[in-house]
């Protein structure tokens, strides 16, 4: 009798801190609007009262995201502006900023990590569930190409710091309870630099509800980072002569709106409405680069708009070819090309009812679900 009811004890206690559990969230920079911060805004709506720890913090850039969050930063705030909007001369503190906060008062700690926040340090009887957008890119495999995007050298002493970044971030993949992947593609690459087991959840689209789209332009929605691969987009429709719209914001803005011909449009970072109706009128969403998801795939799809995508990373997840989208097979702009003209001779076979059926698996709802479901399973 009294065996039984120590076991009832034992899981009402447990209820009970699965209930009263104080929460926190941690996100690697709050300086820039994307994919990451979309998925972190559905771990705010999860857990409104949790604060937000972080690197770098940026109210102006993030405009009016996450402002009724209380947001607590690392010790990089405080340094001079000109520092804080060249993170790569930060890069040496990184490994050492996350293992500073302090987080001895929470029971749960939920990272969404595309680099440092995985690295935090918890108490035993913390639980630390990392859901990782992506394997530090730069330290595995993109290295080389990262030091000729930035168009540096990649001499001796960067490529010992290299083997420094690649050596803790693989010990900071270790600290977590749990791994969430947000793809399979990068749940294989979890296994294959962490050594370790992860389960995929898909990030979270806004998806539309909208009627169907009009076929005005070709679309890209991207940060404008050299790794994101939109020059090339721009360079081969400066031949095509086909319109172009590309919203985003990132260094690479100044340079793109100075080699883009009159058929293309620069716009810069758009609000969400604005966003909506760029998607609705879209003929086709174009996603150049090799990345671990691409939530800007599904949120086109979502709206009836078929895919141009890189034969790559998590694109083959959201995107089915002659279906959904067209792929292409290498990040040139003659190979690209060829995609545009592939899709336009099949444009006519692409349904929009069934693209959006094609997003449906995207869903917040079901992101919340299994989120809730992992932390049901893993809350000491």
């Known amino acids: 009798m009294k065996k039984s009811q120590d076991i009832k004890g034992s899981q009402e206690n447990k209820n009970s801190l699965r209930k009263n559990a104080k929460v926190v969230l941690v996100h690697d920079f709050l300086t820039q609007y994307g994919g990451a911060e979309k998925v972190l805004e559905s771990f705010c709506k999860m857990f409104p009262e949790a604060p937000i720890y972080t690197l770098l913090y940026d109210k102006e850039k993030m405009r009016d995201k996450f402002q009724d969050k209380e947001i607590r930063t690392s010790f990089l705030q405080k340094f001079p502006k000109f520092l804080k909007n060249r993170k790569r001369c930060l890069v040496p503190f990184m490994p050492t900023v996350p293992e500073t906060f302090d987080l001895r008062e929470f029971d749960l700690v939920i990272s969404s990590s595309g680099a440092w926040s ?98 005005k332009y070709f679309l890209v929605v991207s940060r404008l980072s050299a790794y994101k691969k939109v020059d090339l987009v721009v360079e081969a429709f400066n031949k095509i002569k086909l319109p172009l719209i590309v919203i985003g914001e990132g260094e690479q803005k100044k340079y793109l709106r100075k080699i883009s011909d009159k058929n293309i449009k620069i716009l810069g970072w758009k609000s969400d409405e604005d966003l909506r109706k760029y998607y609705q009128n879209a003929r086709a969403l174009i996603f150049p680069t090799v990345d671990d998801f691409g939530i800007t795939m599904a949120e086109a799809m979502s709206f009836g708009v078929p895919v141009i995508a890189i034969r790559k990373g998590g694109a083959k997840e959201i995107v089915e070819e002659g279906v959904t989208g067209e792929f292409f097979d290498a990040q040139t702009p003659e190979v690209f090309s060829d995609g545009v003209r592939r899709f336009m001779e099949n444009e006519k076979k692409y349904n929009s009812d069934t693209i959006k059926q094609g997003a449906e698996k995207f869903t917040e709802n079901k992101f919340i679900k299994n989120i809730k479901r992992i932390i049901a399973e893993n809350l000491n």
């Open 118 to 215: 995985k690295g935090i340090i918890t108490r035993l009887n913390t639980t630390h569930i990392a859901y990782l957008h992506s394997p530090m890119r730069f330290a595995w495999d993109y290295s080389e190409k990262y030091f000729e995007d930035i168009k540096k050298k990649n001499g001796f002493c960067k490529r010992l710091f290299l083997n420094y970044l690649r050596i803790w971030d693989y010990q900071s993949a270790q600290r977590p309870d749990m791994l969430i992947a947000n793809s399979e593609y990068t749940r294989s690459r979890i296994k294959k630099y962490y050594r370790r087991e992860s389960e995929v959840v898909y990030p979270p689209a806004v998806l539309s509800k909208q009627g169907d789209h009009k076929n």
